[in-house]
């Protein structure tokens, strides 16, 4: 089956410093990939879009400057957490489609951010 | 109003015990629903697609009540496995951009 593989899967960090989270599809090409985020209890929100070799689709009140996203290659998304503070520790998700366009998803194991 | 609502619990239920979840949506123009499985700390499995005509996988059977916005999923003779929470989640087209989804309800299943 269709694997997404996600690095690193925890991570803790400074107040201000930058964080890089990896999402790969292994067994198939992803010409688009999702960031989500989690917060604990809630449900998994949309931050971005992530189009290889264009520029990601950022969801209303994420910050594109914050989340920095590049989908260089048909396999790889990288999401950047960017001068990271307490309030952005949380799940993040990455996940893509194995048949483009469609709506089900196959999710990388996520990468939980504690930023101190 | 939430645009997918689930009941939180948890649900605490016996081995082997029948157990049904609800979720309602707000947006009459759905046009797919999902339940995923979501173990603790870790990522979502699609468990089951809802089809018009409720749809069974096994132990599991997925139903859908378009006039009520509602979907519901019947897990029977409960497994220790089963214990996970276990998020709705609804499409208002076929994009993936477009799924929304529920904040889950948690089961878990007692020995």
């Known amino acids: 089956g269709a694997v997404v593989s996600q690095h690193p899967s925890w991570v803790i960090c400074k107040s201000g410093t930058s964080v890089k989270i990896e999402c790969r599809s292994l067994d198939f090409q992803a010409t688009t990939m999702f960031w989500y985020r989690q917060f604990p209890k809630q449900s998994l929100m949309l931050m971005a879009t992530?189009?290889?070799?264009?520029?990601?689709?950022?969801e209303q009140g994420v910050e594109k400057d914050k989340f920095l996203i590049n989908h260089a290659s048909l396999t790889l998304s990288t999401l950047t957490v960017t001068s990271a503070h307490p309030e952005d520790s949380s799940f993040y998700i990455c996940?893509?489609?194995?048949?483009?366009?469609?709506?089900?998803?196959?999710f990388g194991a996520g990468s939980r951010l504690t930023v101190l | 109003r939430k645009e997918v609502e689930q009941d939180p619990g948890p649900f605490n239920v016996p081995e082997g015990a029948t157990v049904a979840f609800n979720c309602t949506y707000s947006n009459s123009a759905s046009q797919s629903f999902f339940w995923y499985r979501q173990d603790c700390r870790k990522e979502p499995k699609l468990l089951m697609s809802v089809y018009s005509s409720g749809n069974e996988d096994g132990r599991f059977t997925a139903q859908l009540n378009r006039a009520s916005q509602y979907i519901s999923l019947l897990i029977r003779d409960s497994k220790l496995s089963d214990s996970a929470t276990y998020l709705c989640v609804v499409g208002a087209s076929g994009s993936a951009r477009q799924l929304t989804f529920g904040s889950g309800t948690q089961l878990t299943v007692l020995p």
């Open positions: 992530s189009n290889e070799g264009s520029k990601a689709t950022y």
């Open positions: 996940s893509a489609s194995v048949y483009p366009g469609a709506n089900v998803l196959t």
